[in-house]
């Protein structure tokens, strides 16, 4: 099973998972941070994520993923909606971007207000 690891200002968490998972349903696996306002039904672009090392081995983008990244903030080579994106054979590692970060918590508020009274929420540039 390949590892996947997501990266983000707030946390570095990883997990084994099989082949063929979407990279969102890795994120949510082992509790990485990443938004998906739409619940991963390529309907927003706020899955958007960085894919840093083993971007070949991952499933081929399909048109509604480009056009939907084209909604996206920041969009880079390297970029992919999460939700649509499956694993191969290789280890991931993955960026979490800011679009992603910021989406995920406006949908979780309870998180949020705590990083906030933290001094963790909103990141410093």
Known sequence: MPKVTFKSPLAEVSADVPTGTTLLDAAEACGAQVGHSCGGVCGCSTCHIWVRK????????????????????????????????????????????????????????????SLEAEGKWPLKK
């Not at 880079?76 to 679009?99: F, K, M, N």
């Not at 995920?104 to 949020?112: A, I, K, Q, S, T």
Request: one cysteine or more; glycine letters at 4%; proline letters at 3%.
């Open 54 to 113: 083993g971007l070949d081995s991952l499933s081929e983008q399909t048109d509604a993923e480009a056009d939907r990244l084209d909604m996206g903030f920041d969009v880079r080579p390297y970029s992919r909606l999460s939700c649509q994106t499956e694993l191969g054979a290789e280890d991931i590692l993955v960026e979490i971007t800011e679009e992603s970060l910021t989406a995920f918590m406006d949908e979780n508020p309870v998180l949020r207000r």
